[in-house]
């Protein structure tokens, strides 16, 4: 069973996803709150595997606190409901190890299917988020507060996991580029750069190429110009 905590400082909506949530027998709420000065100590009393996080809370300051303290708990899966109106919050969540992006209007079998992903260890990325994080790494270079900026430049390719070529077909979908873009860069066809893709996404155990760049990047994998 997975067992989830709700920060939320709304009433009405965490205590609505709490029960959505519970429906299903394979989770469970065991806490919900607010967030405020105590919600650290209550993380550390509850132990969720998976907590979803007001990204729209007020309490800026203790938010940021919040995120720093999950982004050292690697064994919490951290989901941040948020309508994400700027691009510096979702640059911010990237590097707190944020991995669940999600609207707060989803239907409640969209909640389920995320709880699901995350409690096995993947991340849930909604599909409104995923194409505008793909436009802000292919246009990073015209915004001011972009991930690259943000993700640093001490870029260390990850020879260990994948191959020369994937660190560069990796480089080439940081840089928002489809297959048939990276073919003509790297003089090989669409057909190969799919393959590659393929291996680098099984390789990095990740679901889909949004999650591998976002995963590069944390790992100071690929450079954002």
């Known amino acids: 069973m997975t067992t989830i905590m709700i920060v939320d400082d709304h009433q009405l909506y965490r205590e609505g996803l709490r029960h959505i949530l519970n429906e299903d027998v394979s989770l469970k709420v065991t806490h919900v709150t607010t967030v405020s000065a105590s919600v650290i100590e209550e993380l550390k009393k509850y ?118 070529r994937e660190c560069e077909v990796l480089q080439l979908l940081a840089a928002g580029k489809n297959n048939r873009d990276i073919g003509v860069d790297l003089y090989i066809s669409e057909k190969t750069v799919k393959n590659h893709v393929s291996s680098i996404l099984k390789k990095l155990e990740v679901a889909d190429r949004t999650q591998a760049v976002l995963k590069g990047i944390r790992n100071n994998w690929v450079a954002i110009s």
């Open 47 to 164: 132990e969720p595997q998976v907590v979803f996080v007001d990204g729209n809370s007020q309490n800026k300051e203790m938010l940021e606190e919040m995120l720093v303290y999950l982004s050292g708990r690697q064994q919490i899966q951290v989901a941040l409901l948020s309508d994400f109106t700027s691009n510096h919050e979702l640059a911010k969540a990237i590097k707190r190890n944020v991995v669940g992006f999600l609207l707060k209007d989803m239907d409640s079998a969209e909640f389920i299917t995320a709880v699901k992903n995350l409690s096995v260890g993947n991340a849930y990325i909604h599909p409104q988020i995923s194409k505008r994080l793909l436009g802000l790494l292919a246009h990073g270079e015209n915004d001011k507060l972009s991930l690259g900026r943000i993700a640093g430049t001490d870029i260390q390719y990850p020879l260990h996991l994948l191959t020369q």
